[in-house]
């Protein structure tokens, strides 16, 4: 009976330090990515937002591209997204239709000369009143 219980703690001794290494480098590295790349993400939701609350704006199949940007970089000021840039913005109007498309990357350093890039591409057709 002895060497039985013996034998079951000799098998029972846990993770190899290079194991828990590589679990915490592991772990650190998702952390890492998790920290850089959801901060973008979530800027991408807010200007989605932003794009989709423009459908049914009063006077908007009249207003010109200047005019509908303008009113998009509010939005996304109001919405603390910075550093996105309007020229990334194109406006096409046909009749009472708006067609808004959004097409930009965004560049973030990982680490030392490592980066990462994210491209966003968004089409919206809204009718305004």
């Known amino acids: 009976m002895m060497r039985l219980e013996q034998a079951t703690l000799a ?30 993400y979530l800027d991408d939701l807010t200007i989605q937002e932003a794009l989709e609350s423009l459908d049914g704006t009063e006077g908007l199949s009249q207003m010109g591209p200047a005019e509908v940007r303008t009113l998009i970089n509010k939005r996304l000021s109001v919405n603390n997204v910075r550093g ?10 046909n009749d ?3 067609t ?5 990357e ?7 000369n490592v980066d990462t890039v994210v491209h966003f591409k968004h089409e919206y057709e809204m009718k305004g009143k």
């Open 100 to 104: 808004v498309r959004v097409d930009y």
């Open 84 to 93: 996105f840039d309007a020229k990334n913005i194109t406006v096409e109007t």
């Open 96 to 98: 009472d239709r708006v």
């Open 106 to 112: 965004v560049r973030n350093n990982l680490f030392s």
């Open 11 to 40: 098998g029972q001794r846990g993770a190899s330090a290079i194991t828990t290494l590589v679990m915490v480098l592991f772990f650190g590295a998702l952390l890492t990515l998790v920290l850089k790349l959801g901060p973008v």
